[in-house]
């Protein structure tokens, strides 16, 4: 972490043999309120291609707020997000910042895939349907392919015997399996996790963690994850930032914040989860 020669600045840099340096995510300056209450407070980070970084921290601290922001469900009061270098609800025109249109957000957001608590299923659809869906309509692939690209991704999340099935039929860590391999079928750069075991019965978590520690293993993709699971946090993280009050108190490698953290809250914080 560079973060300690300037504490409002959050980079991850550690070594990673699949990723190339490039910044795929970047923070500037970002405010976020609701009406009096300021939950991100001139928030700088950035996530570089090919890093797995967790948020950690209590509840209301402001997580989440980030991934909705990325997904542009939210949007920022003060500062800036940009996506692989492409500003997120802003464009240049002239040499200004000026307030981007719904075109270019949609084109940029493309990059970005999220896994929710709730699984947001299409209940109608087969779980290959599921997952074809948004390839075929907003990719413009052809069905064939997308179809060969949700076979392998349902493997990929071992439910390559469920194609068929209605999310109904399936348990709610198979139907997050299935929202895993949709999130992936778009091909994204980043995929956002917002703790996606939480809304699980404590024996179906297990599953859904391994899958995702496999995709962290397997693949480049940068991943950017709120979670509570504090042990797979450990195993997939490059770095971990500590969130309070919608500040980052603390960053760095998961065994220097899970070992030895500097900070009383993060030591609070920790002792309480873990
Ligand atoms: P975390 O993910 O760390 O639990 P959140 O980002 O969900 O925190 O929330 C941060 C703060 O923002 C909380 O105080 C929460 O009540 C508030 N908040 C989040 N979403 C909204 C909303 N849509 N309207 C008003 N307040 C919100």
Redesign the pocket.
Known sequence: MSADSNPGNHTTEHTNPTADGRELIRFDKVT?R??D?T??DNLDFTVAAGKHVT?I????????????LLMTL?KVDEGTIRVDGDYLTHEEKGGKLVPAGERHTREVRKKIGMVFQQFNLFPNMKVLRNIMEAPVHVLGLGKDEAEQRARELLDLVGLGDRCDAYPTQLSGGQQQRVAIARALAMRPQVLLL??VTSALDPELVAGVLDVLRDIAHTTDITMLC?THEMNFARDISDDVLM?DA?RVIESGSPDKIFSDPEHERTREFLSAVL
């Open positions: 976020k609701f009406g209450n939950v991100l948020l921290g209590p509840s209301g601290s402001g997580k989440t707020t980030i991934l909705r939210l917002d703790e709120v969130f919608g």
